[in-house]
């Protein structure tokens, strides 16, 4: 009696645990084959737009046919082309400054953020957090406003005399990195506080106890006990940059396109769905880098480092 | 003799540490209030008292983590209240250790010596002498996470000691260990202490810790030094009744001072006349539980001291059973008895009537 009411509790338990593992299947790995497929077809003027299409009906044979069509040319194509490499070349490279300029606004404003009185630290994370409670699309919309030629920021600048004509911001690399530093600080800042905050303020003590002045402190002890919150701020903006479209689409130039951008002209513009899909799990595949390296960072820092 | 002792209790002439009218308050709470005391070179030195009393504050002005509001700190006769903390030549033990996690056992211990740039071989052989020290030679490589409270406690010490303060600080050092570890540890740190001869200063509410390990105890009372002794002068002869309540256990009986005795509303009892004290004053008598003297009878001694009373309740300790007595008053008085053998004397039961004994010099008049 009692083991079978210990089986059937087990049973649940592993449901329970099935649950998240049925979701990513579902709902990740699922669209993530059905790309893979496309991305291994043609293009095609056709419903949908892309042979081989798999035939059930064939059976056997149908399936067959179906994989012998396959065919990687598309990602041979990816590097032939020079739009492609370079597309990709430069949402890592806005990715990585962006996330270069994101971790030196971030940080400071974690820490002081985590080192101010504590009954006003949930007021400051709330507003950190707060920007999320109005669309994303708006506020880049509003950036528009900001950095146009008659925009806030060249009225600012004329009336203070910084400047004597107004500024050309929109539709540059600066409007790329402002509306990326802007749209994703709450991420970098999220982390790092949840790093510093944990953080035991007498080891501050002891350093100085045992003769270390405050500022050598911080690099002695703060920044590495904080490193796991710099990884997961950095990885949590520089995934989603890399593969932004809607802030370089609207504000950037069009001398700059980002891989998101070359990804929707592919698919809505060329109805090129094979090349579309082909350039997302190339992107993919390029973002496990950074994510196996924060994998090997965690494991390393769980077994402990020798 | 008298001499003697009054050299044991003081610090010397040349202290090496003084609080001279030392205050402390955070906005509207006084932690601490007209401080006034001397440490010496040497001396293993215990700020006692119940939480919130100020001995923790105390401590953390003398490491620089916090500044007096008046009066000031010397060491070595100089005033340090304006030298920040990194640059005291006096080290602590933190309650909870804070060791560096990011770094391994002698990352810790080395911490210290990294900050005045010795070389590296200096270091090396410093932490080893550390690491023997502490009896975990083999330890260097390993990670705080690995160790045991037990073990955070000693890297904790030695990472304090590997820059040989002039006094070093431990803060309630003990409180993370079990009953029996804790023990052991009070010898270890007793020997060390003087095997080094570095002066030590704890803080404890701890009363047995403190009594085992110091030579000179303070006992704080709502951020004002009660008293400062040697243990033994602390319990035999305490200045007041909250010391005397404080520091293990006592039934004050309260009367009127007379020639060589005490009036009370249960008899006259006779005691020696404390310093300063007038006639007719109102005084307390002190009595230890140890001191007194359980039997049937009344004594046949007529200099004894005696009082009549029935056993209220007994509370078996293992090596002793303490009597709660209720007396003619109602009050009740505590009387030890050690539990010799393993069968036990003539014990006596609960309602029983007893006679409870004391020589006049057994008992302490308190006069506040």
Same mark, same amino acid.
């Given at each position: 009696?009692?083991?079978?009411?210990?089986?059937?509790?087990?049973?649940?338990?592993?449901?329970?645990?099935?649950?998240?593992?049925?979701?990513?299947?579902?709902?990740?790995?699922?669209?993530?084959?059905?790309?893979?497929?496309?991305?291994?077809?043609?293009?095609?003027?056709?419903?949908?737009?892309?042979?081989?299409?798999?035939?059930?009906?064939?059976?056997?044979?149908?399936?067959?046919?179906?994989?012998?069509?396959?065919?990687?040319?598309?990602?041979?194509?990816?590097?032939?082309?020079?739009?492609?490499?370079?597309?990709?070349?430069?949402?890592?490279?806005?990715?990585?400054?962006?996330?270069?300029?994101?971790?030196?606004?971030?940080?400071?404003?974690?820490?002081?953020?985590?080192?101010?009185?504590?009954?006003?630290?949930?007021?400051?994370?709330?507003?950190?957090?707060?920007?999320?409670?109005?669309?994303?699309?708006?506020?880049?919309?509003?950036?528009?406003?900001?950095?146009?030629?008659?925009?806030?920021?060249?009225?600012?600048?004329?009336?203070?005399?910084?400047?004597?004509?107004?500024?050309?911001?929109?539709?540059?690399?600066?409007?790329?990195?402002?509306?990326?530093?802007?749209?994703?600080?709450?991420?970098?800042?999220?982390?790092?506080?949840?790093?510093?905050?944990?953080?035991?303020?007498?080891?501050?003590?002891?350093?100085?106890?045992?003769?270390?002045?405050?500022?050598?402190?911080?690099?002695?002890?703060?920044?590495?006990?904080?490193?796991?919150? @710099? %990884?997961?701020?950095? =990885? +949590?903006?520089?995934?989603?940059?890399?593969? #932004?479209?809607?802030?370089?689409?609207? $504000?950037? *130039?069009?001398?700059?396109?980002?891989?998101?951008?070359?990804?929707?002209?592919?698919?809505?513009?060329?109805?090129?769905?094979?090349?579309?899909?082909?350039?997302? @799990? %190339?992107?993919?595949? =390029? +973002?496990?880098?950074?994510?196996?390296?924060? #994998?090997?960072?965690?494991?390393?820092? $769980?077994? *402990?480092?020798? | 003799?008298?001499?003697?002792?009054?050299?044991?209790?003081?610090?010397?002439?040349?202290?090496?540490?003084?609080?001279?009218?030392?205050?402390?308050?955070?906005?509207?709470?006084?932690?601490?209030?007209?401080?006034?005391?001397?440490?010496?070179?040497?001396?293993?030195?215990?700020?006692?008292?119940?939480?919130?009393?100020?001995?923790?504050?105390?401590?953390?002005?003398?490491?620089?983590?916090?500044?007096?509001?008046?009066?000031?700190?010397?060491?070595?006769?100089?005033?340090?209240?304006?030298?920040?903390?990194?640059?005291?030549?006096?080290?602590?033990?933190?309650?909870?250790?804070?060791?560096?996690?990011?770094?391994?056992?002698?990352?810790?211990?080395?911490?210290?010596?990294?900050?005045?740039?010795?070389?590296?071989?200096?270091?090396?052989?410093?932490?080893?002498?550390?690491?023997?020290?502490?009896?975990?030679?083999?330890?260097?490589?390993?990670?705080?996470?690995?160790?045991?409270?037990?073990?955070?406690?000693?890297?904790?010490?030695?990472?304090?000691?590997?820059?040989?303060?002039?006094?070093?600080?431990?803060?309630?050092?003990?409180?993370?260990?079990?009953?029996?570890?804790?023990?052991?540890?009070?010898?270890?740190?007793?020997?060390?202490?003087?095997?080094?001869?570095?002066?030590?200063?704890?803080?404890?509410?701890?009363?047995?810790?403190?009594?085992?390990?110091?030579?000179?105890?303070?006992?704080?009372?709502?951020?004002?030094?009660?008293?400062?002794?040697?243990?033994?002068?602390?319990?035999?002869?305490?200045?007041?009744?909250?010391?005397?309540?404080?520091?293990?256990?006592?039934?004050?009986?309260?009367?009127?001072?007379?020639?060589?005795?005490?009036?009370?509303?249960?008899?006259?009892?006779?005691?020696?006349?404390?310093?300063?004290?007038?006639?007719?004053?109102?005084?307390?008598?002190?009595?230890?539980?140890?001191?007194?003297?359980?039997?049937?009878?009344?004594?046949?001694?007529?200099?004894?001291?005696?009082?009549?009373?029935?056993?209220?309740?007994?509370?078996?300790?293992?090596?002793?059973?303490?009597?709660?007595?209720?007396?003619?008053?109602?009050?009740?008085?505590?009387?030890?008895?050690?539990?010799?053998?393993?069968?036990?004397?003539?014990?006596?039961?609960?309602?029983?009537?007893?006679?409870?004994?004391?020589?006049?010099?057994?008992?302490?008049?308190?006069?506040?």
């Amino acid at each position: 009696m009692i083991q079978n009411q210990r089986a059937k509790r087990s049973w649940s338990a592993r449901l329970v645990l099935l649950i998240p593992y049925l979701w990513l299947a579902l709902f990740f790995l699922a669209p993530f084959l059905i790309v893979l497929k496309i991305s291994l077809s043609q293009t095609a003027i056709a419903q949908p737009p892309y042979v081989p299409v798999l035939e059930w009906a064939a059976g056997w044979a149908g399936l067959k046919a179906f994989f012998a069509a396959l065919s990687a040319d598309n990602y041979a194509m990816l590097g032939s082309d020079w739009l492609y490499p370079v597309s990709y070349l430069k949402s890592l490279e806005v990715a990585a400054l962006s996330t270069a300029i994101l971790l030196a606004v971030g940080y400071p404003l974690a820490y002081g953020i985590a080192r101010s009185p504590r009954r006003l630290q949930p007021v400051l994370v709330m507003l950190v957090i707060l920007p999320f409670w109005t669309s994303f699309l708006i506020r880049v919309y509003a950036w528009i406003n900001i950095l146009q030629r008659d925009g806030l920021l060249n009225d600012v600048l004329l009336r203070l005399h910084i400047v004597d004509t107004p500024v050309a911001w929109l539709s540059s690399d600066t409007a790329i990195y402002i509306g990326m530093v802007y749209s994703y600080l709450p991420f970098m800042v999220l982390p790092l506080y949840a790093a510093l905050e944990k953080m035991d303020e007498s080891l501050l003590e002891a350093a100085a106890d045992l003769g270390c002045p405050r500022g050598r402190a911080f690099w002695l002890v703060t920044l590495p006990l904080s490193l796991p919150g @710099v %990884a997961a701020g950095m =990885l +949590l903006c520089f995934i989603p940059i890399a593969g #932004e479209f809607v802030i370089p689409d609207l $504000l950037g *130039g069009s001398q700059t396109v980002m891989i998101g951008q070359t990804l929707w002209m592919e698919f809505f513009a060329n109805k090129d769905w094979p090349v579309a899909s082909a350039i997302a @799990v %190339a992107l993919l595949g =390029l +973002l496990l880098v950074p994510m196996l390296f924060y #994998e090997r960072m965690q494991q390393r820092s $769980l077994e *402990g480092g020798r | 003799m008298a001499e003697a002792a009054t050299q044991e209790q003081t610090a010397g002439d040349r202290p090496l540490v003084r609080f001279a009218g030392v205050a402390k308050r955070f906005g509207q709470i006084t932690a601490v209030e007209e401080f006034t005391l001397d440490i010496g070179e040497g001396e293993f030195f215990a700020l006692l008292g119940p939480s919130g009393c100020g001995k923790t504050t105390l401590l953390r002005m003398l490491a620089g983590f916090e500044t007096p509001s008046a009066g000031s700190i010397l060491l070595d006769g100089e005033d340090i209240v304006a030298v920040p903390p990194h640059r005291r030549p006096v080290n602590m033990m933190f309650q909870n250790y804070a060791l560096f996690p990011h770094l391994s056992v002698a990352g810790n211990i080395a911490f210290g010596l990294r900050q005045e740039r010795a070389g590296r071989a200096e270091i090396a052989e410093r932490v080893a002498e550390m690491l023997a020290l502490v009896r975990m030679p083999d330890f260097g490589r390993r990670r705080i996470d690995q160790l045991s409270g037990g073990q955070r406690q000693r890297v904790a010490l030695a990472r304090a000691l590997i820059k040989r303060p002039r006094v070093l600080l431990l803060d309630e050092p003990m409180a993370a260990l079990d009953k029996k570890l804790r023990a052991e540890t009070q010898f270890e740190l007793m020997e060390l202490q003087r095997r080094l001869g570095t002066t030590f200063v704890i803080v404890t509410h701890d009363q047995d810790e403190a009594m085992t390990v110091a030579d000179r105890i303070a006992v704080m009372d709502r951020g004002r030094l009660a008293q400062v002794a040697a243990p033994s002068e602390i319990y035999e002869r305490p200045n007041s009744r909250w010391v005397a309540d404080f520091i293990g256990e006592v039934t004050l009986l309260e009367g009127m001072l007379a020639e060589g005795a005490i009036e009370t509303v249960l008899g006259r009892f006779r005691a020696a006349m404390p310093a300063g004290g007038r006639k007719r004053d109102t005084v307390w008598l002190a009595l230890r539980p140890e001191k007194l003297h359980i039997a049937a009878q009344r004594p046949a001694d007529g200099n004894l001291n005696a009082i009549p009373g029935t056993v209220f309740e007994i509370g078996y300790r293992g090596d002793m059973s303490i009597y709660k007595v209720r007396l003619a008053d109602r009050s009740l008085m505590k009387v030890a008895l050690a539990n010799t053998s393993a069968r036990g004397r003539a014990s006596f039961g609960i309602d029983d009537v007893v006679w409870l004994s004391w020589p006049p010099e057994a008992g302490w008049v308190l006069t506040r």
